[in-house]
């Protein structure tokens, strides 16, 4: 048995209990939550009569909805009315969300009405006769203890003086949308496309679904807009089955919001997600966001992993840099490579997307195959600095070629890309809300920031005058460069074996250590002037059949991949919604950050600001929450958290203050930032 039908038992015992003749005498005692019978206007025969029924809580005390959630039970209505006359469904106010212990109730904590339209007959008889009785039940609740309450609630519609806070209740009521919506089911998940208006502002959406049991209220919705549609997917219940309709409210956030019914249909896939309101705020402004992109891209360039590529560039265009012509036709070549390769991940990113895959920037590093591929493009490339073969790329002695620096700044690119720098995580991250155009120009000028150094130099002859002239020195510089990137393979290595266990992470060095052995055998052949090609390519197919062969048979998820970073100071549990939900019910603040083992920025973070003994002792001495996402895989929930708080990768770090939203944190922290938060959250600091 579910543990969330456990209160929901019990508000049904408490409510039969109620209900013995023996106890009725218990309901003459107040209410907590008093209701009131309100007529809009007197009775007219011929015309339809609004009645409300109003109800004013005690502090603390909150009623229901229709449909409770995961407890309590909705008002129940037994009318006594003259004959002919018809009472219709109620009409509710949009209700709140309370989430107690992991469980989400719909609720309402201050005063509010019920509409109920009846019908009056044209011939409704003597008017002496009009008489309107109710018997209501509700469920009155604290965050602790539950009452069922009953009332008869009588009128005399004759009379009925016109309630001024008839327009205020009526308002209140939201709006039956005129177009029918569609519903589909995939997967886990209940996915609704709502006809709104692309201009319209929907705020903090949230679906109040009128059928009971057929989603999981407290996990997390997410929505999406395409065109003149609002496309929310819920997650469904265990055991769920598809339902022939669907209806509720599409509430805004702010007590507004419109009521719709769905019929099996289409429902598009994709669509431009909409964040998470609270945590990441409004998207800024399109050309902040160029800004922070080319930034952004200028950052990569200092990257291990970058840093060689640029700088024998940079030097061969130096060699090179007798001609004024040469030199601005290899920046451009280099330029065109970096701008199409990110521009291209880009273009696949919004694709995957589309096509409904939950996946984020750097996506390639979360795919085992792949990481392999750059460990072995990483050991070409140290081998290639350390002198045992020569790549025509990355030569010396090639400067002006332009075919050589277009290849040079695709690999540039496609190395780089999978850091995520301050300024460039928010552009990343607005490039998966944005239109397709704004986004891809968003990945475009992410390129240009990356080539921008190698384009001044091929374009500002005073730039090049002042690197050093060449000289025998700059094969030693070559050299030296090797260091860093072997640094990168190293750290490529590792990262297989938090990918896939040790099994995983020894098939792929031997690989990278056989395409070594051949890049050797190539450059002695090169040394000595004979051609390669033909064994080059013979032993490289050997050795892709073999990678093919070995890894297929390896689980790239195995053991190794631990799913919380190892060494962390702080306890850290791993993430999901239904614990940052049950910590923040739990009144106490919480700190989630979000990791990935190839991400440089997150674990310099991690040592600065989270992994300390300092942070440690903060954290328990406030009563912190910790959870930590490990986005080293990839991971669906995670994407799409991500998403809704306008990051497309990592780092990400929030801060929940006890019953607040949450505040996004900087992407780079400092060593006191935690325990600075921690402290103000401290039991000690909130009684002074």
């Known amino acids: 048995m579910r543990a969330r039908t456990l209160p929901l038992l019990a508000a049904i015992c408490a409510l039969l209990f109620a209900l013995v003749p023996g106890m009725a005498a218990a309901q003459d005692r107040p209410t907590h939550i008093a209701a009131r019978l309100v007529a809009e206007g007197p009775a007219v025969p011929g015309k339809p009569l609004t009645l409300a029924i109003a109800f004013d809580p005690e502090p603390g005390w909150h009623g229901y909805w229709k449909n409770p959630g995961d407890a309590g039970y909705g008002m129940e209505l037994d009318w006594d009315l003259p004959a002919g006359w018809r009472a219709g469904e109620p009409q509710y106010p949009v209700p709140q969300k309370l989430v107690i212990g992991g469980l989400m109730n719909h609720v309402y904590e201050g005063p509010y009405a019920v509409l109920v339209d009846v019908a009056v007959p044209p011939g409704a008889g003597d008017r002496a006769a009009w008489a309107i009785a109710v018997d209501a039940q ?177 030097l061969s265009l130096a060699r090179a840099g007798e001609s004024d012509a040469k030199a601005r036709a290899e920046g451009l070549a280099y330029s065109a490579g970096v701008i199409l390769a990110t521009v291209l991940l880009g273009a696949l990113l919004l694709a995957l997307r589309s096509a409904g895959e939950m996946v984020g920037w750097a996506f390639q590093l979360q795919e085992p195959a792949v990481v392999v591929g750059l460990l072995v493009l990483a050991t070409a490339i140290t081998a290639n600095l350390a002198g045992l073969y020569e790549l025509p790329s990355l030569s010396l002695t090639r400067g002006g070629e332009p075919a050589s620096a277009f290849a040079t700044g695709l690999l540039a690119a496609f190395v780089a890309t999978p850091c995520t720098g301050p300024f460039m995580a928010a552009a990343m991250g607005a490039a998966l809300l944005l239109p397709k155009l704004e986004a891809m120009l968003l990945f475009a000028v992410l390129g240009l920031g990356l080539a921008l150094p190698f384009l001044l130099l091929g374009f500002v002859p005073p730039l090049r005058r ?110 999901s919604e239904a614990r940052l939900a049950a910590a923040r019910a739990g009144g106490k603040p919480v700190f989630v950050w979000f990791t990935a083992d190839w991400c440089l920025t997150c674990k310099v973070n991690e040592r600065v600001a989270i992994d300390r003994e300092a942070t440690k002792a903060a954290f328990e ?63 000690r600091t909130a009684a002074r």
Not at 192 to 215: C, K, N, Q, W, Y
Not at 271 to 280: D, K, Q, S, T, Y
Not at 638 to 660: Q, S
Request: proline share 9%.
């Open 621 to 683: 001495a406030a009563g912190v929450v910790a959870l930590v996402g490990d986005w080293t895989r990839r991971d669906p929930a995670i994407t799409r958290f991500l998403a809704r708080h306008g990051a497309a990768g990592v780092p990400l770090y929030l801060w929940y203050a006890p019953g607040g939203q949450g505040e996004v944190m900087p992407q780079v922290l400092t060593s006191d930032d935690l325990v600075r938060r921690a402290g103000a959250a401290s039991p």
């Open 466 to 575: 002042m690197l050093p002239r060449p000289g025998p020195w700059m094969e030693r510089f070559r050299r030296w460069m090797a260091l860093p990137m072997g640094l990168t393979a190293l750290a490529l290595v590792w990262l297989c074996w938090r990918l896939g266990g040790t099994a995983f992470a020894l098939i792929a060095l031997a690989l990278a250590v056989a395409a070594v052995a051949i890049l050797a055998f190539v450059g002695r052949r090169q040394h000595a002037g004979r051609p390669v090609a033909a064994g080059a390519l013979a032993a490289f197919a050997v050795l892709v059949v073999v990678a093919v062969f070995s890894l297929s048979r390896i689980d790239a998820a195995a053991p190794g991949a631990a799913r919380v970073p190892e060494g962390e100071a702080i306890a850290a549990r791993p993430f």
């Open 138 to 314: 509700w469920l009155a609740c604290t965050d602790t203890i539950c009452v069922p309450e009953r009332a008869r609630l009588t009128l005399d519609p004759g009379v009925a003086p016109q309630a001024p806070a008839f327009d205020k209740w009526r308002a209140a009521i939201p709006a039956m949308l005129d177009r029918q919506a569609s519903f589909a089911l995939r997967g886990e998940r209940l996915r609704i496309a709502i006809p709104i208006p692309a201009s319209m502002a929907v705020g903090t959406p949230h679906v109040f679904l009128g059928e009971r049991d057929l989603v999981r209220y407290a996990d997390v919705q997410t929505f999406a807009a395409e065109g003149d549609l609002l496309i929310a997917e819920l997650p469904l219940a265990e055991g769920a089955q598809a339902p022939e309709g669907v209806s509720g409210i599409l509430s805004f956030g702010d007590g507004n919001g419109v009521r719709f019914a769905a019929s099996p249909g289409p429902v598009p896939s994709g669509g431009v997600p909409l964040r998470e309101a609270g945590a990441a705020g409004v998207i800024a402004p399109l050309w902040l966001l160029l800004l922070g992109a080319l930034a952004g891209g200028l950052l990569l360039n200092v990257m291990p992993c970058v840093f060689p590529i640029l700088s024998l560039k940079a």
